[in-house]
């Protein structure tokens, strides 16, 4: 099709930091650098930017969600969505992770007649009963099962998150992954003065990277304490922090981190453990691999896809919290195994870079637009169809 317009609705955006954004960015740049024209729908919020590299960042009325400042509800109806996105009509329009505006978004390009590309990235429903609302969790499924529903193509990024929405009864499913950059995580990244700040009696390092919030579990590394010779650093920053820094007191935690200093303090653990159960992807695992950790993981949603248990890995039984621990013990206790895991994780991650993903998403789009296309020819067909009978009766 050569070059297309895209306009991308994303319930998430900078200034703040989660994989959401961190997917949206890397889509902006693929398609400002080969010539997509372009236009970022996303909530209003302090720092928030006007505009990213050229392109318009239409901000969307938002509130911030209680307890929670840094999430924002969007409150946009779909009525200002689809004259914003009547004027700048695009070939296709990226729901990014859609569940609030996402949905109406989904609506208001199905009512435009523009294909819309619904991309699954979050459980929000399973989040529900770990804030401690769980009467929320049946509404929300049914919430994802609309808005994918209302999409002309929809893309989930692994096969646990596919059997996911293909339960709910959605179709027109493909496999999109995201991709790693390899150049900034890297094992050329270690730090022999972050490991001497982290462990000055030379203790391997156990490292964890994310948002500190309840979804994420980060409180089951606790059953690593007693660990002998380990010591446990914490990367990232959310609403959970304080709990956390009391329910892990050995730990160490560095807030977020970003750019090069992320990288570094990746590339300075030696096994890397994520726990949350609920991730449909698992970017960071990504990260770490590329930074030649293996990974201990829940075999629950996109870890089953990314580690390799026993040569990139292990994954342990959802809860299992005594299997967490014999994994990490199992790794820290033997150099040579964890070394060579770790070569391997890097291995692993070398063909999966954004370039590739990227293209293959602007393919997806095609794809999608050839979809309504075809969709839009049979309703035609079905209309004419009926008048003609109607004309026949008469």
């Not at 096969?159 to 999109?176: K, N, P």
């Not at 050995?250 to 977020?256: I, K, L």
């Not at 075809?374 to 309703?379: A, M, N, R």
Request: hydrophobic residues 45%; contains cysteine; glycine residues 10%.
């Amino acid at each position: 099709m050569g070059a297309m317009r895209v306009a991308i609705i994303t319930e998430s955006f900078l200034p703040e930091v989660n994989g959401v954004v961190n997917s949206v960015l890397r889509v902006l740049d693929h398609l400002i650098d080969h010539g997509h024209d372009v236009l970022l729908l996303a909530p209003e919020a302090p720092g928030a930017p006007a505009t990213y590299r050229g392109v318009p960042v239409v901000g969307m009325a938002s509130l911030a969600f209680p307890g929670y400042q840094q999430v924002r509800i969007c409150t946009t109806p779909q009525i200002s969505l689809q004259r914003t996105l009547a004027s700048f009509n695009p070939d296709v329009v990226h729901l990014a992770s859609p569940i609030n505006v996402g949905y109406r978004g989904a609506l208001a390009a199905r009512e435009l007649g523009i294909p819309g590309v619904a991309v699954y990235q979050t459980d929000v429903p399973g989040y529900a009963s770990r804030y401690g609302i769980p009467a929320l969790e049946a509404y929300l499924w049914q919430r994802v099962r609309w808005i994918h529903q209302a999409a002309t193509l929809n893309l989930a990024p692994s096969t646990a998150s596919i059997a996911q929405l293909e339960g709910l009864g959605v179709s027109d499913l493909r496999l999109w992954g995201r991709g790693v950059d390899g150049v900034l995580f890297h094992p050329s990244k270690r730090s022999d003065a972050l490991r001497a700040a982290w462990a000055p009696n030379g203790e391997r390092v156990v490292g964890f990277l994310g948002r500190l919030a309840p979804e994420k579990q980060v409180a089951d590394l606790h059953a690593l304490a007693g660990l002998p010779d380990t010591r446990v650093v914490v990367v990232g920053d959310g609403p959970e922090r304080e709990n956390l820094q009391e329910r892990l007191p050995g730990a160490v935690f560095t807030g977020q981190l970003k750019g090069e200093e992320l990288a570094a303090a990746v590339a300075s653990f030696d096994v890397f453990v994520t726990p949350g159960e609920l991730e449909t992807f698992g970017q960071t695992i990504q990260e770490a691999m590329a930074s030649a950790l293996p990974v201990v993981a829940p075999a629950s949603g996109g870890p089953i896809d990314l580690v390799d248990p026993s040569r990139t890995g292990w994954l342990y039984e959802p809860g299992d919290l005594l299997g967490l621990r014999e994994h990490v013990a199992d790794l820290v206790g033997d150099d040579a195994k964890r070394r060579a895991m770790g070569r391997a994780a890097r291995e692993a991650t070398e063909p999966r870079t954004w370039a590739g993903i990227c293209a293959h998403l602007v393919g997806l789009y095609e794809e999608a637009v050839s979809l309504k296309r075809e969709q839009l020819h049979t309703v035609r067909q079905m209309d004419f169809a009926r008048q003609y009978g109607r004309a026949l009766r008469v």
